[in-house]
């Protein structure tokens, strides 16, 4: 199983690095002055600076927020990427093409139709449907890579095995059972509480047990006021 998982990852990272060697080769023939502009809510860096919002971002730029923290890239016709708090993105962009790198955190992603998208994490590698206008979010967690799919389709590469994820459903990749992670409490993911079962239904009917006991030891007392002793071979 381990010897799966490395292989796997090296075949992930072998593929975002031909991923990233395709888009320089493309983007030397792109725009060299295509650019994006940022919107942010609380700290957000860009190239390890300060990020405000309606700034200029370039093609090739690192994109890190902080706690409660969130920013906005608006490319035009191209698209649109929100990276969402304590998340690290590296972000390529052309006029028809949006590459990321998310080591960390989430990002929401929508492409215009026609657009090249892909989001590469540790996991797996994200890839949008050009033919048509996506809209998916890509989560980066300790053990794994969540994606959710709204509108689209996308396709998650995990090594050399392909998975569609169409709008409206999820899916994941990596190791969920990796030791050391916090637990990714989604809805419907947390294990049942038993509250049933043999060992229960012992402690349930010596409880009803003792109580029957209690309630067969007491004294009754007639309407009189008098006490009346209960006799043990009463029937």
């Known amino acids: 199983m381990l010897g799966k998982n490395c292989f796997r990852k090296f075949i992930t990272s072998f593929t975002a690095a031909a991923v990233l060697c395709a888009y320089s080769t493309v983007a030397l023939a792109a725009t060299k002055d295509l650019t994006g502009e ?12 300060t990020a405000v919002s309606n700034a200029t971002i370039v093609s090739g730029s690192t994109i890190v927020t902080g706690a409660d923290s969130s920013a906005i890239i608006s490319l035009g016709k191209t ?13 390529n962009f052309s006029v028809n093409s949006i ?22 994490t540790k996991d797996a590698t994200v890839i949008a449907d050009a033919g048509q206008a996506d809209n998916f979010l ?16 996308v396709t998650m590469r995990e090594g050399s095995i392909d998975k569609q994820i169409s709008a409206g459903t999820s899916a994941n990749a990596g190791n969920l059972s990796q030791t050391g992670c916090q637990p990714c409490l989604r809805p419907n993911s947390a294990p049942a509480v038993a509250v049933a079962g043999f060992p229960w239904l012992i402690l349930v009917a010596a409880g009803v047990a003792a109580v029957a006991i209690l309630i067969g030891g007491q004294n009754d007392t007639d309407s009189s006021g008098d006490v009346i002793i209960v006799s043990p071979t009463r029937s």
């Open 38 to 49: 940022i919107t942010v809510m609380g700290q957000v860096t860009v190239n390890g600076r």
């Open 79 to 91: 698209g649109r990427i929100e990276v969402l708090a304590n998340s690290n993105l590296i972000l």
């Open 99 to 120: 590459v990321g790198i998310l080591s960390s955190g989430k990002t929401r992603v929508s492409n215009a139709p026609g657009v090249a998208t892909t989001i590469t």
């Open 138 to 153: 890509v989560e980066v967690e300790c053990s794994h890579t969540h994606i959710d799919t709204t509108t689209g389709l």
